[in-house]
Nanobody, 118 residues
Framework: QVQLVESGGGLVQPGGSLRLSCAAS???????MGWYRQAPGKQRELVAE??????????TYAGSAQGRFAISRDNAKNTVYLQMNSLKPEDTAIYYC??????????WGRGTQVTVSS
């Protein structure tokens, strides 16, 4: 189905900002989209999600992301973004883009590494 490709990760100092992008190979209008992350030795966790455009693009954030991160979607560009501000070392992880199809199947990108370090 739809292929997801993340970009925008890299090395940033504490307090810095990054914007991650998730480019989809097709329309994402009908899909719930999300950003997840997985740090070494930890389970993959939800960072932020945004429901399909048809259901109102409702946004949910993890507590750790609330007030610092912002998820958005550009359906015309088939792209989802994650703006990350005030980054902390504990934000270091591989960040994955996720798509939830109408049938209930979840798809993933390959991930992009975010490292927050001095």
């Amino acid at each position: 189905q739809v292929q997801l490709v993340e970009s925008g990760g890299g090395l940033v100092q504490p307090g810095g900002s990054l914007r991650l992008s998730c480019a989809a190979s097709g329309s994402i209008f009908t899909y719930d989209m999300g950003w997840y992350r997985q740090a070494p030795g930890k389970q993959r966790e939800l960072v932020a999600e945004i429901t399909s455009a048809s259901t109102g693009s409702i946004i949910t954030y993890a507590g750790s992301a609330q007030g610092r991160f912002a998820i958005s979607r550009d359906n015309a560009k088939n792209t989802v973004y994650l703006q990350m501000n005030s980054l902390k070392p504990e934000d270091t992880a591989i960040y994955y883009c996720s798509l939830l199809s109408v049938s209930g199947t979840r798809s993933w990108g390959r991930g992009t590494q975010v490292t927050v370090s001095s």
